[in-house]
């Protein structure tokens, strides 16, 4: 399995930025259930989850980020999308692109990180 990360960037507080991230690999060519989602880090402090959205379409997000980022995905593609409104300096971190198949092992993937910078 590989997950191809894009679309980080600089932006202005209050602008927006679209994250990409495109899986391939044999176990999309299956019924398992996938969990794809975004994490973040930003410098010095833990990684959190932002968004995770599975096969189905269920989404989660953290609070932090509610009404203002929403995950989607295009199962044909393979690819799950982060679009990010109101940025805010806080949001300013290395984003990186998680899939989760919880009935399969090795259940865990990560793609490479995408920094996300927001200015004020």
């Known amino acids: 399995v590989q997950l191809q990360a894009s679309g980080g960037g600089l932006v202005q507080a209050g602008g927006s930025l679209r994250l990409s991230c495109a899986a391939s690999?044999?176990?999309?060519?299956?019924?398992?259930?996938?969990?794809m989602g975004w994490y973040r880090q930003a410098s010095g402090k833990q990684s959190e989850l932002v968004a995770s959205?599975?096969?189905?379409?269920?989404?989660n997000y953290a609070d932090s980020v509610k009404g203002r980022f929403t995950i989607s995905r295009d199962n044909a593609k393979n690819t799950v999308y982060l679009q990010m409104d109101s940025l805010k300096p806080d949001d300013t971190a290395v984003y990186y692109c998680r899939l989760v198949v919880p009935n399969y092992a090795p259940s865990n993937y990560w793609g490479q990180g995408t920094q996300v910078t927001v200015s004020s």
């Open positions: 959205i599975t096969t189905g379409g269920n989404t």
């Open positions: 690999g044999s176990i999309f060519s299956s019924n398992l259930i996938k969990v």
